[in-house]
Every structure is written in C-alpha cells, then in structure tokens.
C-alpha cells in the first residue's frame, strides 16, 4: 500500500479517538492523499490554497489554542518558503505543530527543479524546538504517528507520497530518537536515514558478499539524534559512512560529524549530495548521478578500508 494511504489511515484512526488533532493543506490534499479526511472530518480539516506561510501561521494559531495542528506540502513549499513564519509563529513560540513534508530530495524525481529540496533538514535542524524526523516507510510511519501526535513540541517530518516498498512490517517497534540496528558487524558502521535505508541495506547484503562485516544503523530521528548507538558503533569499527537523501551540508552527515568530534572522533564520510543543484529524472538516474545508489555505497565504502 502507498505510504500516503497508510498515513492518512492512521492518522484517521488517531483522529477519531483525538478531536484536538486538525489537518491542514495548502491545496495538496489530493496528491498528499488526505482528501478523505475532509469528508470525515469537515470541522477539523481545511485546504489552505496555495498560501503555505498562512497556513503555517494558522497552525501555529491552532497549537496556541490547544489543538494538534499537522500541516502538510511538497518539502520546498513547507520548508524554505515559509522558513521565517516557521522560525517565528513556531520555533520562537514554542508551539506543537506537525510540519508534514512530501518528497524531499531526489524523490520528486519528474517535478525535479524548483521542486526538489536537499536543504530542508539542514534548516529545521538549526531550529529550537523542532524535532526533524526522515521516515522510511509506511510501517515506520504508523507506528510513529500515535508518538507524534501525543509528543508536546513541533517536529518537521520527511515521507515519500507513493512509496510502496516496505522495510519493516507491522511487527516494527519505533522509539523516538533511537536509531534502528539492522546489522551487526565489525569492519564498518553505515548510518543511513529515510528512503535512503533501502539502498544501505542493499549495499550491506553487496558488501557481505565481499566479506566485509557493517554495522547498519537506520536513523529515522536525525534531530535529536541517537549519539549514543552512534558512538557505540564508531568506538567497534572505527570507520563511519553516512547516507541520506539530502546535501551533505547540515543533514544526516553533519549531524554524526558533530557528535563523533564531541565524542569520539572517527574517520567519517558521506553518501549524499555535494553541491549540485536540482535537476528532473527518474529516480534510479537521480541517484547515478548524484552518486547515491547502492553501488556507490559499496565504492566508497571499500575506499574506506582502502580495498
């Protein structure tokens, strides 16, 4: 099932026995999939139209007056544009709003350009008050919906509309701010968040093949992060490689470079983007191109240990 469905059918469910949560859309209830919700839910639900830092100060008025507002767009719509309504009506003023985020990074793929965001977690990261949240599928998500709607304080959350591919299933257990071991190993720690999980766990069955043993950590909260199974992992392999569907430049990267030189400094790179601006394609191009796939995990990942 679409992770857009299975959102919207949680949400549903949380909604029905919460009626201080509100859903608001800035005219994308159809491609975010919550359109059902208005049929539902016609007093707590409303579209916006294309006004996202109104939208944004709504939701901060709502959260002032005690309901659980989550508002929803495309990553670069509810990230940079309406950064300053965000900083001010939310972060400043300490309100609990859900900032729901849709296709970050090479995952708009044809909407591409203007569209495409690889700096919104870099953003929401230097925030107080903001918990920055990069899901990888639709079990992950349900599972930390009920966490998220009863977590006092505002998180910024990055999911993939019509994903299909699952990782967990619905034996997942989420734990706010812990990271996810996926694998046991000795020779390398690889910490990866979002969708770009898949392509780790891919590249850890690649590099098994090649004997080589990874220590996977899945980060799910990269804000705040999970130091503690970071450094755990680093002091055993002594060689970290981050992956992330982001710029390299404030995201997942920075996050465990700021924590391993704090705490214990490690040989560390990174899987992501180098500065490169957007661009429109599928997304198994997008990755070749920004050197994100699987087996560019793999290479960098044998340069480490110098193979």
Request: charged fraction near 20%; charge should be negative.
């Amino acid at each position: 099932m679409e992770l857009r469905k299975m959102y919207v059918a949680e949400l549903s469910r949380l909604m029905k026995q919460n009626d201080k949560i509100f859903v608001l859309d800035a005219d994308l209830s159809s491609a975010g999939g919550t359109k059902p919700l208005y049929q539902e839910f016609p007093d707590r639900c409303v579209d916006c139209g294309v006004a996202e830092a109104n939208m944004t100060c709504i939701a901060a008025g709502l959260s002032a007056s005690g309901f659980v507002p989550f508002i929803h767009s495309f990553a670069p719509f509810i990230s940079r544009r309406v950064f300053d309504q965000i900083a001010v009506s939310i972060s400043y003023s300490e309100q609990n709003v859900k900032i729901v985020a849709f296709d970050p990074g090479v995952t708009t793929t044809y909407n591409g350009g203007t569209h495409m965001c690889f700096e919104d977690m870099a953003m929401m990261r230097a925030l107080s008050n903001i918990a920055v949240l990069d899901i990888v599928d639709g079990f992950q998500l349900v599972k930390a919906l009920p966490y998220i709607v009863e977590h006092k304080g505002s998180m910024y959350i990055r999911i993939v509309r019509k994903q299909n591919d699952a990782l967990f299933d619905d034996n997942y257990v989420f734990q706010f701010g812990k990271a996810d071991k996926l694998c046991d190993g000795k020779d390398i720690t690889i910490v990866a968040s979002g969708t770009s999980l898949f392509d780790a766990k891919k590249a850890t069955d690649m590099l098994a093949e090649k004997g080589i043993s990874v220590d996977l950590l899945g980060i799910h909260t990269v804000k705040p992060l999970d130091e503690d199974a970071i450094v755990a992992s680093a002091t055993k392999t002594g060689k970290v490689l981050t992956v992330e569907n982001h710029s390299i430049h404030g995201g997942l990267y920075s996050a465990v470079c700021e924590t391993l030189s704090r705490k214990h400094p490690t040989l560390c790179d990174g899987i992501g983007v180098y500065d490169k601006v957007s661009q429109v394609g599928n997304l198994a191009d997008l990755k070749a191109d920004y050197h994100m796939s699987a087996e560019d995990i793999v290479a960098k990942a044998l340069a480490m240990l110098g193979k």
